[in-house]
């Protein structure tokens, strides 16, 4: 087989494997917009799309399917039109996110299948037909482009994310792809590389065989989908530009790099979250990662005015089980270590912090800041606490909301938001089983009547992560700054950072006495004289013998220059 000097080059550096108002803007100024940015210490919004918001009710019903799906199995209505909608509204730039990460919109199975839970549609994106559409219940390409600009234009970046492992079970209208491109069974065991990657997750949901080096025609089913909709030549075009100038071999992992990077291309998305990333060889992200990055640089250079910045094209890893205790290696079973980092990704969701939230602050943030600035540095995680697919939440009964926020979004490293815990979006839902009852409609009407819960009202609890997350917006120091406590009781930290030419600090307290006025201590970090503004309060004040008080009784301060 034969290889363009580009495509040699490539593989040999590639290697073989209406809400309560928050002191924000509804939309930033462009000023704002273009702030200090770095992926290391993003705040990540991850919502699934049809659970969000509805703003369009007539394409609830797609492709023929129906409302007969076990509880929260099936489709609700969300949509791109409905997140654009909160996007206008001021909704994520009053919370403070950088970033929004939708489950894939690329066209899912058109029926429903029942896998042992109930009846189930692809409602969470997972289960692919075909990865060059926008997924009708979701919208248009329209939609898609409008929800991508209006994120740009908030000062938001976008996060696609990437199924390469498998298609979308097999049903009555879904037919299984070809022997060459997928195989249909053994069932993982998850003892080592083999029985972790050559193998399907579970029956029924083919494997792309991402291993293959052997070129393969285009499924016909694909064939006459896209000549049923009379786009069939432009997409064979396509494709034959594609593999000409990189001399790729068309190989069933390369088709879908092809179809992958199309949506960076575009409509300008800026950054990859890999789903399944251990069930495909390592390799395989090595290569997808140049041409990923390739395609950014080609949308930036074509749209100057809605590019955010300079950064390069960014990517993160969902290694299921990946803690930031293990460092660079991970042990994929049978003695075999990966280092995904050094495979196309610079960052790996952090799977530990679901476990660790339950220790003290020190312990956690310490921690934290030890391994992003040692054995990590350079790279970073993405921490979370709820998510659409860990059936093991920290507070799934939401009884602990503020405490979340403090640890989420106070932790060295980027942090992740599961739509609906700013509104303590309950995920124990009795009706439903599994993964489900992670994947319940946004709670907009709790929040828009202020419900009551147990001690707390819920508009109380998005003004304070709103308030953590415009603190983090505001100083990136928070999550990729150096950590250092500077008192143990009450507890106050300072984080620092310095580089990309980018100098900043903060001080925060924890825990604070909420019956009298506190003097917190920041010497050695700001300068008698200095004044600086409580994030939490929106004080601000002068400092004084090498403390500040803001003259409010809170249990949480957000020290930094304003």
Known sequence: MKFTPLAMSLLLALGSLSVPAVAAPAAPSKAAAHKPFLWENATVYLLVTDRFNNANRANDWSYGRQDDAAPLRGFMGGDLAGVTAKIKDGYFNRLGVDVIWTTPPVEQIHMGTDEGRGKSYGSHGYWARDWTAVDANLGTEQDMRDFVAAAHA??????????????GPVTELDTIWPADWVRSDPVCTYKDPVSNIDCVLVPNLSDVRTESDTPVALPPHL??????????EREVKELDDFFASTGLPRAPRFYLMKWHTDWIRKYGVDGFRGDTVKHVRPGVWKELQPLAAAAYEDWKKAHPAERLGDQKFFTTAEVYGYNIASGRKFDLGGGALVDYYDNGFNSLINFGLVHDAKKDYETVFSAYS??????????????????????????????KPFESANKLLLAPGTAQIYYGDETARRLDINEAVGDAKLRSF??????????QRDGYKVADVLAHWSKLGQFRHAHVSVGAGVHQQLQAKPYVFKRTYEGQGISDKVVVALEQPTDKISYVSVQGVFADGVKVKDYY????????GGKVSFGAKNAIVLIGLD
């Not at 908030?154 to 298609?167: A, K, Q």
């Not at 064939?223 to 069939?232: C, D, M, N």
């Not at 600035?373 to 350079?378: A, S, Y």
């Open 370 to 399: 030890g391994q992003l600035n040692g054995p990590l540095k350079g790279y970073s995680v993405l921490n979370y606490l709820s998510s659409h697919d860990d059936s093991n939440p920290f507070d799934p009964a939401r009884s």
């Open 537 to 544: 309060s929106g004080k601000r004040a002068v400092v004084k």
């Open 223 to 232: 064939v006459a989908k896209w000549k049923a909709e009379g786009r069939y």
């Open 442 to 451: 946004m709670n907009w009407d709790d929040l828009n009547s202020n419900a």
């Open 154 to 167: 908030h000062g938001i970046r976008v996060l696609f994310d990437v199924v390469m492992n498998h298609t």
